[in-house]
């Protein structure tokens, strides 16, 4: 699963890359150094999803792609292109990303096009009015071009590193680019009628982007909560939970569990799903007193994951086959 | 200042810059440590009133740094400063290389060998997060070897701090230890609670800044230091569920080697339970926790009265 990010110089393709998957601090990245070259991070943290990201240069050109480039994207299933939002006017980048998708969508049709309204923090973008301001900006202005060259029409999400809407916003594409994942939300939404959970997110561990989710809508906060309880476990796990020299990998087993009760009357809890992937649970406590019914659904939820997941492994195997 | 047996006189010392209120608002306040950037210089003696441990009360004076206060404080306000103190800490910033730092550290030396013969001194060696890894351990011994050189003989305890790590707590723990009269008693009674629940290893933790205030080991650990990190790791976490409108209230953390129970314990005091022993049944000890609250309410309001 190939997708690539592209964008003008200095716009951050790289600095959300290192953030979500590399660990890096928001503020360290402002001291990388350009994108020089085509470079790819493969992120493989549990068995069941695996995928690259392509991070171009910002000085790359549509009108000057050469066949290796142009190989990269016929095999891209997304391209996200980030806009600066704080760099304005727009004219000039929107320029490039409808060149971008003319040109892509002429060999690779399939291609699904997204656009992060990066930045968008700061004095610039303190009310949420602000924001989407930006939002309908952008998407008034690519209109008509998108319309007169029949492309299809890209994704939006406002995205800054220095909070949680980056990863979901992340998580959210990948989940686009998975049509697997759709069976894995309806199983979700069963899990939580029959367990009366509130909402579940199934998270990977060392990224804490969530590979799906029930269909109720996300909201950051739970999504932050749920991200930090995953930092306690793990960093509690690391202290109590290893034996002599191993490290994070196997703080988190097969056996990983942890409820956190909190005073609003919400329970989280968590359980290990497969390796470094955790399902998160927020649920009333009264609605939790029931928990072995609780895990006995999530066991059986863990083996439809499981079946899924190698189904389509199946199906994309047999598919390069016939290629 | 009334010199009661429940009120104990913390001096918060050191030239402007060091870190002195950052520290306090990241351990009393709930500041997270990005927050502390927004703090200004203090004016003058900023005192807050910390209630600890229910009945136990800091009175701690943080002294601002700049150069014409400290003046004020060796020459008018001598004598109403350094009287009746329980505590002196001072704090150094590693990468200040002003020599009038170790003039005041001396000065302030001498007015408590004066005022408070008997007070306590530790002395924070701050914002070692600034010093390259492999130079930390050479430059934090040789500021605490010249600071044991300008204390006039006098019985000091030194700590490296950072508030980017577990180090902060670890110092602000043993400080706060130090102020409780009776802390024997309860590591006596942990000892026993530990030994019933067949656990590991029991800590207690003062509620709201989540400072150790006691501990017992029934089993040896590698990490030296797993307590205060502890400490950081739940103070960070109660910080995000503010932000959500809640109150985290008990915490169960388990893998295939351990279990860890964090609960509320008396009405001032968090307790943490380990267990690797996967034959204890977890809801036994909390029914275990359940029971013991009420003895140990006891216990820790008694170890804050002197004998």
């Known amino acids: 699963m190939q997708i690539a990010l592209l964008g003008t110089k200095k716009v951050g393709k790289s600095s959300i890359l290192k953030v979500v998957f590399q660990k890096m601090s ?66 000039k980048p929107l320029e490039k990303f409808i060149n971008i998708m003319t040109e892509v969508h002429s060999f690779n049709p ?53 909070d949680l809407s980056i990863f979901e916003a992340l998580s959210k ?85 942890s409820v956190i009760k909190l005073d609003s009357g919400l329970t989280l809890y968590l359980r290990e799903i497969e390796h470094m992937l955790a399902l998160v649970c927020l649920v009333k406590e009264d609605n939790f007193d029931r928990q072995n019914l609780i895990d006995y659904n999530i066991d059986i939820f ?22 | 200042m009334e010199e009661n047996d429940s009120n104990r006189k913390v001096l918060l010392m050191g030239k402007n810059g060091a870190g002195k209120t950052s520290m306090r608002s990241i351990i009393f306040a709930n500041f997270l440590p990005k927050d502390t950037m927004r703090l200004g210089f203090t004016i003058a003696i900023n005192e807050s009133r910390i209630r600890f441990l229910g009945t136990l009360c800091l009175a701690l004076w943080d002294c601002g740094g700049q150069d014409h206060f400290m003046q004020h404080y060796f020459e008018s306000q001598r004598d109403t400063l350094f009287r009746s103190v329980q505590v002196l800490i001072y704090v150094f910033d590693i990468k200040s290389d002003d020599q009038r730092d170790m003039k005041y550290y001396k000065s302030c030396v001498e007015a408590i060998k004066e005022h408070s013969p008997t007070a306590r001194i530790f002395v924070l060696i701050h914002k070692m997060d600034l010093i390259p890894l492999e130079k930390r351990s050479e430059t934090y011994s ?51 609670f530990c030994v019933a629940c067949e656990a590991d290893e029991v800590v207690l933790f003062e509620k709201s800044t989540f400072l150790v205030i006691s501990s017992y080991s029934a089993k040896e650990h590698r990490d030296t230091h797993r307590f205060e990190k502890i400490s950081n790791i739940i103070k960070l976490f109660k910080l995000s569920c503010s932000k959500a409108a809640a109150r985290f209230k008990s915490m169960t953390v ?53 004998q």
């Open chain 2, 254 to 306: 388990a893998n295939s080697n351990f279990c860890a129970f964090i609960d509320e314990f008396t009405s001032s005091t968090y307790i943490m339970l380990v267990s690797s022993d996967s034959s204890v049944q977890p809801a036994l000890t909390q029914m275990n926790i359940g029971i013991a609250k009420k003895h140990f309410e006891g216990i820790v309001k008694a170890s804050t009265v002197s």
């Open chain 2, 142 to 192: 040789k500021k605490e070897r010249e600071v044991y050189q300008n204390s006039e003989s006098l019985n000091v305890v030194c700590f490296g701090t950072s508030i980017w790590d577990e180090t902060l707590y670890l110092a602000w723990s043993k400080i706060v230890n130090y102020m409780i009269p009776n802390s024997e008693m309860l590591s006596q009674s942990l000892k026993k």
């Open chain 1, 110 to 162: 399939d291609c699904m096009f997204e656009m992060f309204i990066h930045k968008i923090d700061g004095d610039m973008f303190v009310t949420e009015d602000l924001k989407l301001e930006a939002q309908n900006g952008v998407s008034f202005l690519l209109k008509s071009d998108i319309q007169e060259r029949k492309l299809p029409e890209p994704g939006y999400f406002l995205t800054s590193i220095y």
């Open chain 1, 173 to 257: 594409i990948l989940i686009k680019v998975s049509p697997q994942v759709n069976y894995i939300q309806n199983m979700l939404d069963n899990l939580m009628n029959y367990c009366r959970i509130d909402k579940v997110y199934l998270f990977d561990v060392i990224n804490k982007l969530y590979i799906a989710t029930d269909s109720t809508p996300v909201d950051l906060i739970s999504y932050e909560l749920c991200a930090d309880m995953i930092d306690v476990v793990i960093d509690v796990s690391c202290i109590y939970g290893i034996t002599g020299n191993d490290n994070m990998t196997s703080a988190f087993d097969k056996k990983s569990t």
């Open chain 1, 26 to 91: 928001p503020n360290e990245t402002l001291f990388i150094d350009s994108t020089s070259r085509i470079e790819e991070i493969k992120v493989e943290n549990n068995p069941y999803t695996k995928y690259t990201f392509v991070d171009f240069p910002g000085s790359f050109e549509v009108s000057q792609i050469n066949t290796q480039d142009r190989k990269i994207l016929s095999k891209c299933a997304m391209i996200i292109y980030v806009l600066d939002a704080q760099d304005q006017p727009y004219n």
């Open chain 1, 302 to 323: 863990k083996d439809g994951v499981k079946q899924i997941f190698q189904a389509h492994e199946k199906l994309l195997k047999s598919e390069e086959n016939k290629a």
